[in-house]
């Protein structure tokens, strides 16, 4: 090998590297996304540490996200299925809180696909 | 028995280069008997042989040689027309592109290894360009690139010494007599 051929191999080794991060980020939940009625009322990166409050049929929900999940903290609803589901970090996973009208759902890079098979 | 109207004579630069892609369409068939990890993942052993002649004979005999050997290839493994006949074809025009490129750069500090390496990542962008444009139309396509680009990492290395070597050895031989060159740094 010459000396250019050592440079070139660091190179390609450097480039290839500085990808690596792409195959760790697949399919990964990238934001909570929160509707009444169908209808979005926010959209929280999974990104940093969040907790909001939205207005729902009954009352006031918490919305509270963290890094990479997302859950309802609070909701005014009777049976409280929407919280006691707890977090959500997959993509397409929702919470529905019925008696509020509210969801949390997290949305993926792709929202269309579940998957891929080749 | 009347004699064909038409007559081919295969000229010598014929010759050489239909063997020179017989030993590359043998390695493509080889390889293609080994497993591997990741679908679309290969070794590409037959580009040692697209080294070789683009060493000794230039870009011309090498686009011929690879791209008989795309051809030949798929269609001694039944992949003529598929999908992975398209990929090994774009990938093979880009890894030539980029051998015209690399060619050029100056001899004495860039030898087969550098080529190859350059060859293997052209291959696979190309490969993966086809692929998201016309094949798989989804971003998904690209979370493969990384294990793509080891494999052109590895790979390419590979090639590139094997390449390296052979040509050394063929340089040793021809250079036997007079051993007169001897202009190994």
């Not at chain 1, 990479?68 to 707890?86: E, I």
């Not at chain 2, 774009?90 to 290894?113: I, K, Q």
């Not at chain 2, 990492?153 to 010494?161: I, K, P, S, V, Y």
Request: proline share 7%; with cysteine.
């Amino acid at each position: 090998m010459k000396p250019g051929d050592w440079g070139m191999f660091l190179l390609f080794a450097a480039g290839t590297a500085a990808l690596a991060p792409v195959a760790f980020s697949g399919g990964v939940a990238e934001k909570a996304v929160v509707r009444r009625d169908g209808v979005v009322v926010a959209e929280l990166p999974l990104t940093q540490k969040r907790r909001i409050e939205v207005a729902g049929a009954l009352g006031t929900s918490v919305i509270e996200v963290q890094p990479g999940r997302a859950r309802v903290a609070a909701d005014p609803g009777p049976r409280q299925y929407c919280v006691r589901q707890g977090w959500l970090t997959r993509p397409n996973a929702i919470a529905i809180c019925a008696p509020s009208h509210l969801s949390l759902s997290i949305a993926g890079r792709s929202a269309d696909h579940d998957s891929l098979a080749y | 028995m009347t004699a064909s109207p038409i007559e081919l004579i295969p000229t010598a630069d014929d010759r050489r280069i239909a063997r020179y892609a017989a030993a590359a369409i043998a390695l493509s068939v080889v390889e293609a008997a080994i497993p591997m990890p990741l679908p679309g993942v290969k070794p590409g052993l037959a580009n040692i042989i697209t080294l070789i002649v683009l060493a000794r004979y230039g870009w011309r005999d090498a686009v011929w040689v690879t791209l008989l050997r795309v051809v030949a290839g798929s269609l001694l493994l039944g992949q003529f027309l598929a999908p992975g006949f398209f990929l090994s074809l774009s990938g093979a025009l880009a890894s030539l592109v980029a051998l015209g490129l690399a060619m050029h750069l100056p001899a004495r500090w860039f030898g087969p290894v550098s080529q190859s390496l350059a060859a293997a990542f052209a291959h696979i962008a190309g490969q993966l360009l086809v692929a998201r444009l016309w094949l798989v139309p989804h971003d998904g396509l690209l979370y493969l690139l990384p294990f793509f680009a080891l494999a052109a990492l590895l790979f390419g290395l590979a090639n590139g010494l094997a390449a390296a070597k052979l040509l050394e050895e063929i340089a040793s031989t021809a250079a036997l007599p007079g051993e007169a060159t001897n202009d190994r740094t």
